[in-house]
């Protein structure tokens, strides 16, 4: 329910039509609704399935409609299901893409257990998701809550700290690998304009991934903000009218009204975080390569190197199984919460 | 509404006044305009204003320094410390850029993979929405389980089988490898236009769906002379959501096309951004200017659709 107010308010805000917000609202009923009646033998309503007698026979209407299903199954068929059940065939197998596939059991696994990146991949991937929890979690709440109490310039603040979400993210992480740069860069000039201590923050293993960190939340955090901007707008007047008459001051309507009114996007935001933050690729690859000693070798960056360094598609098929079995779980909780937001709490 | 007409006037104004203040009371926040009107509360919102007017600085200064730095000599650009007004702006840099990095053919190459993956996922995802929304075919639940379980599953984790599906594709043995094909095909599959189709689908009545049956529509007029036309709003944010993704999108098209005649140009400059590209500096700087600039101006023309987009997908993952 409270989900579904803010669902309304993001219409409002954006200033789209009655439609938007049907879009939202009817996306919470597809799956139990109309599910229920395919089961009651087939169609939808009766008054439907008479109109169908009456302009053709079911069989046709079967077949028209997986003719339009067609082009979607044979996409998915083979370039997401059929790859997902490959994955962990690969993992089983010795793979180079030059000689066929063998079967070699378990011994990719046992490889990449064995591989002391393995260790420091998973270390390092969880450090980059624990940062970016620290840096970037609270900043995009923050950021809404200030902007949304604006009386002035609110759109210019939602554009200004948008933009960086729409650079892609090759230029965003060019233009950082030269402002984190120790000679030319703009920070070390910053920092000795304010006599502040400079730094070579790439090629030092202790602040090499936080600064990864930081050009990651800098191009994604415009994106949550605008979602808790939405969602904010969402909180009813009469809750905050009511604190008031009772007596709760500023901090008392933010911490009994405000929060406990986002709390759900908050969560459901917290779980996506985690889940695109465990696959930081880009930045490593492209800033620091990994490097300085292993520092910042995520876990996607090792498989991408056990496939287009080594030419071992097998032991990264099966370090890619194992992410894919921690994002499942994340993916899973994800799932549940979001499925018990749409029926109402 | 239908309230208004039938009741007495006196009731009616009261309805509409119960109606204004409850819509202006709904623009309230927070901060009460109580608070506002008390001088301290003055000077606080305007501090506040101002730390956020200050902390914009953030966002615009990195750009700032990119559109500036590309205007830099190849000996200013490289200066210890840095010069944060360029001293000797060479704006010929932005046109040498264009012509060494092969910009026009980059740019056509990134506008072909936008448009084809544009034409392909709204033709693979509306049909198959039109069939779950309209059609409601026996076996609908199993499809769309089928359809909807791949939200969850984030396609890196499936990158090297990917990878290797394209370099020999089951049955018929072809690679898509090098070839645009193998850039489209895999993005066509989209759990997530599908979900938004539907959805929107979903609200066009079913009396207007069925009145055209009456008259004697078939399917596939149903849904190009009905549900298309009425579905403006969902296509142009797939549309333009589409165009972005394709035009930031890495990884999968630096695999797939190790041609440079046929890479788009985010791909193109990170090959050049590469030790044995030879590349100055600042010319790869303004490299980065020209990618920048497209998203940005999308942005700014279709802000509305984008922020609505935006709000649907975070919550959708």
């Given amino acids: ?345 | 509404m239908q309230n208004v007409h039938d009741a007495t006037p006196r009731e009616g104004m009261r309805w509409f006044r119960r109606r204004m203040s409850s819509e202006a009371s709904s623009e309230r926040s927070l901060v009460s305009p109580l608070m506002l009107k008390h001088p301290a509360g003055r000077v606080i919102y305007w501090l506040v204003f101002s730390l956020l007017l200050f902390s914009t600085l953030i966002t615009f200064g990195p750009l700032y320094w990119m559109f500036e730095g590309a205007l830099k000599s190849s000996v200013e650009i490289f200066q210890t410390p840095p010069t944060f007004w360029t001293v000797h702006p060479e704006w010929s840099n932005y046109i040498n850029a264009w012509n060494i990095l092969q910009l026009p053919l980059y740019f056509r190459n990134s506008l072909i993979l936008a448009a084809g993956a544009v034409i392909l996922q709204v033709l693979v995802s509306a049909s198959a929405a039109y069939a779950l929304s309209k059609l409601r075919p026996v076996g609908k639940s199993v499809v769309q389980f089928g359809f909807f379980c791949t939200l969850m599953v984030p396609p890196v984790v499936y990158l090297i089988p990917q990878f290797a599906n394209i370099s020999n594709l089951p049955l018929i043995h072809v690679s898509l490898i090098n070839s645009w094909a193998g850039v489209w095909l895999p993005e066509a599959a989209s759990a997530f236009n599908i979900l938004i189709l539907k959805s929107f689908f979903d609200t066009i009545p079913t009396e207007l769906t069925d009145a055209a049956r009456l008259d004697g529509a078939n399917a596939w007029q149903l849904f190009t002379r009905i549900i298309l036309p009425l579905s403006g709003p969902a296509l142009a944010v797939i549309t333009i959501f589409t165009v972005i993704a394709s035009w930031k999108d890495f990884l999968w098209p630096l695999l797939v096309l190790s041609e440079s005649d046929l890479q788009p140009l985010i791909v193109a400059l990170y090959h050049e951004s590469g030790i044995n590209a030879n590349l100055p500096f600042n010319y790869l700087i303004a490299g980065l200017v020209f990618a920048s600039i497209p998203p940005i101006l999308l942005f700014m023309l279709f802000q509305r659709q984008i922020i609505r987009g935006v709000n649907l997908t975070g919550l959708k993952g």
Avoid: C
């Fill in chain 1, 1 to 345: 329910m409270r989900l579904s107010s803010s669902f309304l308010s993001l219409s409002r805000t954006s200033g789209t039509t009655q439609r938007g917000s049907d879009l939202r609202s009817s996306q919470q009923k597809p799956l139990s609704a109309q599910d229920n009646r395919v089961k009651n033998g087939g169609s939808a309503s009766p008054r439907e399935s008479r109109v169908w007698r009456q302009t053709g026979l079911s069989l046709q209407r079967n077949l028209s409609a997986y003719l339009f299903l067609l082009p979607a199954l044979v996409i998915f068929a083979l370039f997401v299901w059929y790859p997902v059940v490959l994955g962990f065939i690969m993992s089983f197998q010795s793979v180079d893409m030059i000689n066929p596939a063998v079967w070699v059991g378990w011994a990719n696994y046992r490889h990449v257990f064995s591989d002391p990146l393995f260790g420091i991949a998973w270390r390092n991937t969880l450090a980059f998701t624990g940062y970016a929890l620290l840096f970037g979690y609270m900043m995009p709440i923050l950021l809404a809550l200030l902007v949304n109490e604006m009386r002035h310039g609110k759109g210019f603040f939602r554009l200004a700290f948008y933009l960086p979400v729409m650079l892609p993210p090759i230029v965003t992480v060019f233009l950082w690998r030269w402002i984190y740069d120790p000679d030319s860069g703009l920070l070390n000039a910053l920092l000795s304009l304010l006599h502040l201590p400079d730094g070579l923050w790439l090629e030092n293993p202790g602040t090499a991934l936080p600064a990864l960190v930081i050009v990651a939340t800098w191009s994604a955090a415009g994106s949550t903000m605008l979602i808790y901007l939405a969602a904010l707008q969402g909180v009813p007047a009469m809750l905050y009218e009511a604190a008031e008459i009772d007596g709760a001051n500023l901090w008392g309507r933010l911490w009994h009204v405000t929060l406990p009114t986002i709390r759900p996007i908050m969560l459901l935001l917290l779980v996506l975080q985690i889940i695109a933050t465990m696959q930081v690729f880009i930045e490593p690859f492209t800033i620091t390569g990994g490097g300085p000693q292993n520092a910042t070798t995520s876990v996607l960056l090792l498989i991408y190197n056990y496939a287009f360094q080594s030419a071992d598609f097998g032991e990264a098929s099966a370090l890619g199984v194992m992410l894919f079995l921690v994002l499942a779980v994340f993916a899973l909780i994800y799932m549940r919460m979001t499925s018990r937001l749409m029926q109402g709490d």
